[in-house]
């Protein structure tokens, strides 16, 4: 069996380094708001969760697009429920013109910038999609790793959208929590050999609404943000995740009982609940706001619209 142990005399070079070094944060999202809670680390895993239409998927494209923009990253993405790889590419397209795609809109883009965009994505973005067949985690990654062989291309992150449109077996660690446990190990697992980044995107199991006040002053019920135990699976996926961010889409014209304000239509709350390694996030929410027309997402600043960019004291 190979040695798996070390003396604290073999750690001492790599230690001396790190304290040399200090705490290293992940690579910066594109966000102001964001960063002081989240940044994506090679080597490490985000576990994106939420209820349906809560935005999940944009807000990772808008992650992945913002990477690749600001520092060229390369991504693997399969998301089944975004549609066949052809519209996954169109949307990946409208994302990166920030315009929309389809003729039926308005200032959609021309066959010029398809054409441009089509050859610049193809550089950076891999789309997985088995069509009636369902892959397996280990399936997924072996497709990974034939993507770099073939391509000579370095993989910076993996998705999968959503965690249930994998093949999964239960049986074979007789409880579904088990199951959950040695899955999501072997992810991270394969993050650290491959030193890649890997999301998966997955849905929290019902809840409970809570009391809550209109623009009107009428009372009404909402959901609120899940919980990182309401991740449907059970605790496995708090006990397992390094990144652990909740994408939750408030109610329009619900008091903020935070702010005192109402919701925006186009609001979407980024809730960190849990990150590893120290250094790259801290608990806590940014918001998000969603603009249709440019198929992206912005943040106030100053009371002013901003859009994802490179900040200037880091990369």
């Given at each position: 069996m190979a040695k798996h142990w070390y003396s604290i005399q073999e750690c001492i070079p790599q230690v001396q380094q790190l304290y040399k070094t200090g705490l290293t944060r992940g690579?910066?999202?594109?966000?102001?708001?964001?960063?002081?809670?989240?940044?994506?680390?090679?080597?490490?895993?985000?576990?994106?969760?939420?209820?349906?239409?809560?935005?999940?998927?944009?807000?990772?494209?808008?992650?992945?697009m913002s990477t690749t923009e600001m520092y060229g990253w390369n991504h693997v993405l399969y998301l089944p429920e975004s549609g066949s790889k052809d519209e996954v590419v169109a949307e990946l397209i409208s994302k990166y013109a920030r315009k929309p795609f389809f003729k039926d809109y308005?200032?959609?883009?021309?066959?010029?910038?398809l054409d441009r965009y089509l050859q610049t994505l193809n550089e950076h973005f891999f789309i997985i999609d088995p069509k009636d067949q369902s892959l397996s985690?280990?399936?997924?990654?072996?497709?990974?790793?034939?993507?770099?062989?073939?391509?000579?291309?370095?993989?910076?992150?993996?998705?999968?959208?959503?965690?249930?449109?994998?093949?999964?077996?239960?049986s074979e660690e007789g409880r579904q929590d088990?199951?959950?446990?040695?899955?999501?190990?072997?992810?991270?697992?394969?993050a650290i050999v491959k030193k890649r980044h890997n999301c998966i995107i997955t849905h929290s199991r019902d809840q409970h609404p809570v009391e809550g006040v209109d623009i009107n002053n009428k009372k009404v019920f909402y959901l609120p943000p899940p919980t990182a135990r309401e991740i449907a699976g059970g605790q496995a996926w708090y006990r397992k995740a390094m990144m652990l961010v909740c994408v939750w889409r408030p109610p329009h014209n619900i008091i903020d009982p935070g702010t005192g304000a109402?919701?925006?239509?186009?609001?979407?709350?980024?809730i960190v609940q849990k990150f590893k390694p120290k250094g790259t996030g801290k608990k806590g929410t940014a918001k998000l706001y969603y603009d249709i027309q440019q198929n992206r997402y912005y943040e106030f600043e100053n009371g002013d619209r901003r859009y994802s960019g490179k900040k200037a004291y880091r990369f």
């Amino acid at each position: 069996m190979a040695k798996h142990w070390y003396s604290i005399q073999e750690c001492i070079p790599q230690v001396q380094q790190l304290y040399k070094t200090g705490l290293t944060r992940g690579a910066y999202c594109g966000f102001n708001s964001v960063d002081p809670y989240y940044t994506i680390k090679p080597a490490g895993t985000t576990y994106l969760y939420g209820t349906p239409t809560s935005g999940k998927t944009e807000f990772w494209l808008e992650v992945l697009m913002s990477t690749t923009e600001m520092y060229g990253w390369n991504h693997v993405l399969y998301l089944p429920e975004s549609g066949s790889k052809d519209e996954v590419v169109a949307e990946l397209i409208s994302k990166y013109a920030r315009k929309p795609f389809f003729k039926d809109y308005q200032n959609h883009i021309s066959q010029d910038e398809l054409d441009r965009y089509l050859q610049t994505l193809n550089e950076h973005f891999f789309i997985i999609d088995p069509k009636d067949q369902s892959l397996s985690i280990e399936e997924f990654f072996q497709q990974v790793d034939d993507i770099e062989k073939e391509t000579g291309k370095k993989i910076d992150t993996t998705v999968t959208d959503p965690w249930n449109e994998l093949r999964h077996d239960y049986s074979e660690e007789g409880r579904q929590d088990l199951y959950i446990e040695n899955r999501l190990g072997f992810i991270r697992a394969n993050a650290i050999v491959k030193k890649r980044h890997n999301c998966i995107i997955t849905h929290s199991r019902d809840q409970h609404p809570v009391e809550g006040v209109d623009i009107n002053n009428k009372k009404v019920f909402y959901l609120p943000p899940p919980t990182a135990r309401e991740i449907a699976g059970g605790q496995a996926w708090y006990r397992k995740a390094m990144m652990l961010v909740c994408v939750w889409r408030p109610p329009h014209n619900i008091i903020d009982p935070g702010t005192g304000a109402p919701f925006a239509d186009n609001e979407v709350h980024i809730i960190v609940q849990k990150f590893k390694p120290k250094g790259t996030g801290k608990k806590g929410t940014a918001k998000l706001y969603y603009d249709i027309q440019q198929n992206r997402y912005y943040e106030f600043e100053n009371g002013d619209r901003r859009y994802s960019g490179k900040k200037a004291y880091r990369f």
